[in-house]
């Protein structure tokens, strides 16, 4: 197993700089990550520095780390991340309208930045820590629904990242409808070998490295 091909190399801090974005982009090239996942703004840069190594791809996450701003807002961050090159979308699912009971307008949330981005895949954060077990199963079962090609568990802004039960319920939820990405606090090789053997195709994590050599990060974030 080639574990470096379920990493999504992240980097997501408020603070990151450019010379920040062009040290992720150089690890993922050294070390063969999935995808390098970034803030909207950072996309085009991202992408200009992987552009000659078109398998890497580049993610933007969308209405991070909160989701709670509108449709529209979101739908317009995404189509642009595509212009600049994004070929994944990770979007923040509205838990507001989630605990609401609002299934529709969740619904359709999810639906309509499927639909700005095309075919381009799109990853639905469900952040789990603020969800009990039945919301977590609803939002993973909406995310299917909606046409969504990811359920991820958290933005690791949350009070809480991945765990092995949360994934579990995932699955269970999506039925093969959907791919599982775990994230949040994966900072070791052993930790994220669980996680894929309980079907999760991609992690989200800035201990990529530490997860490929074998010792486990003390990043904080």
């Not at 791809?57 to 989701?67: D, E, I, K, M, T």
């Not at 809480?160 to 606090?185: C, P, Q, W, Y």
């Amino acid at each position: 197993m080639l574990i470096n091909q379920y990493i999504d190399h992240t980097l997501l801090r408020p603070t990151a700089t450019y010379r920040d974005i062009e040290k992720l982009c150089k690890e993922a090239l050294e070390y063969r990550f999935f995808s390098v996942c970034v803030n909207s703004c950072h996309v085009l840069r991202a992408k200009e520095l992987l552009i000659e190594v078109p398998d890497i791809r580049v993610c933007s996450v969308v209405g991070f780390p909160l989701g709670a701003m509108s449709s529209k807002a979101k739908c317009y961050e995404a189509e642009h991340a595509v212009v600049d090159g994004a070929d994944e979308i990770d979007m923040v699912i509205n838990l507001g309208w989630l605990k609401s009971g609002d299934t529709g307008k969740v619904l359709q949330d999810i639906h309509a930045i499927k639909k700005a981005i095309g075919t381009r895949v799109l990853k639905v954060i469900i952040e789990t820590c603020y969800l009990h077990d039945d919301e977590k199963i609803l939002a993973s079962t909406l995310a299917a629904d909606a046409g969504a090609d990811y359920v991820k568990t958290s933005t690791g802004f949350g009070n809480g990242g991945a765990t092995f039960h949360d994934i579990e319920l995932m699955s269970r939820a999506v039925n093969g409808r959907a791919r599982l990405k775990a994230s949040g606090g994966i900072k070791s090789f052993e930790v994220a070998k669980k996680y894929i053997d309980l079907g999760v195709t991609r992690i989200g994590t800035s201990s990529g490295i530490a997860i490929v050599e074998g010792y486990t990060s003390n990043e904080s974030y």
